[in-house]
């Protein structure tokens, strides 16, 4: 099988890699170019824990060959923080504690963040609806949803 050449932009970076026609973003994102902060749950797209922006749209790596990547902007939970600064809903995950082991917490964080670039201003169940395609088997989802709601409390200002 011939290696495919895929240029894409990661994070704000232009970035390069070979893959195989049939290998997973997840498995790119993660294994060629280290960002290992994106997780691999269920490899079915059942947990969301591999959760990220593609072209602005909210995806599973794990179900996204990595070809499909060709000319695109992905966005992962490395680019999140600014300089050395927490984004708001990370600080808002520490704060309400709403996060255990961290398998799942990249993949709330990054579908949250797509939530609130398109709706600033949620209600609980909106919030909840949204996160539906992420488990979490460590916390209850009420501090969770508590962090989201009051992450976009703040970011309204």
């Not at 499909?68 to 808002?92: F, P, Y």
């Not at 504690?97 to 990249?106: N, R």
Request: aromatic share 4%.
């Amino acid at each position: 099988m011939a290696r495919k050449h895929v240029v894409t932009t990661i994070n704000g970076d232009e970035c390069d890699f070979l893959c195989e026609s049939d290998e997973t973003l997840l498995s790119v994102i993660r294994n060629q170019l280290r960002l290992t902060g994106t997780k691999e749950g269920c490899s079915t797209g059942d947990c969301g824990a591999c959760s990220v922006m593609l072209d602005g749209r909210l995806v599973c790596s794990c179900l996204t060959l990595a070809v499909e990547a060709e000319g695109k902007v992905i966005d992962t939970i490395e680019g999140m923080s600014e300089d050395g600064n927490l984004h708001i809903l990370q600080r808002k995950f520490i704060e309400h504690a709403a996060l255990q082991c961290g398998i799942c917490t990249p993949g709330f964080l990054i579908a949250a963040k797509a939530l609130l670039e398109r709706n600033p201003n949620p209600t609980e169940t909106e919030v909840r609806y949204w996160l539906a395609g992420n488990l979490c088997r460590c916390t209850g989802y009420h501090k969770i949803v508590e962090a989201v709601m009051d992450a976009a409390t703040e970011m309204r200002g």
